[in-house]
């Protein structure tokens, strides 16, 4: 069982920055391509970046590639996600998750799922 708990969240004004870390316990994390998902009050979750097990992979979301960077440390069980000129659409609740294998967008293929951190960005 991996238990995964998101940190970082929190107020921010847009064109601002925040690190979000998603840190495992009870298994891993080496093992797992990891994911991050948001969700707006309202809106259906939506991927946001992911991650091979190894790092040298990754995937994002059109509205957020050049602006987000997922990046991970093994040793420390943590998966990061620098967020960068950040905008109001940009709120939502954060989520990592972790799945087997390759570079999925698709929420259904993550088995294991962390609480959230709520990420606001005022205009």
């Known amino acids: 069982q991996v238990h995964l708990v998101e940190s970082g969240g929190g107020l921010v004004q847009a064109g601002g920055s925040l690190r979000l870390s998603c840190t495992a316990s009870?298994?891993?994390?080496?093992?797992?391509?990891m994911g991050w998902f948001r969700q707006a009050p309202g809106k259906e979750r939506e991927f946001v970046a992911a991650i091979t097990w190894s790092g040298s992979n990754t995937v994002y979301a059109d509205s957020v590639k050049g602006r987000f960077t997922i990046s991970r440390d093994n040793a420390k069980n943590t998966v990061y996600l620098q967020m960068n000129s950040l905008k109001p659409e940009d709120t939502a609740v954060y989520y990592c998750?972790?799945?087997?294998?390759?570079?999925?967008?698709?929420?259904?293929?993550?088995?294991?799922w962390g609480q959230g951190t709520q990420v606001t960005v005022s205009s």
């Open positions: 009870g298994h891993t994390l080496s093992l797992y391509t």
């Open positions: 998750a972790a799945t087997d294998g390759g570079l999925p967008k698709d929420a259904r293929v993550y088995g294991y």
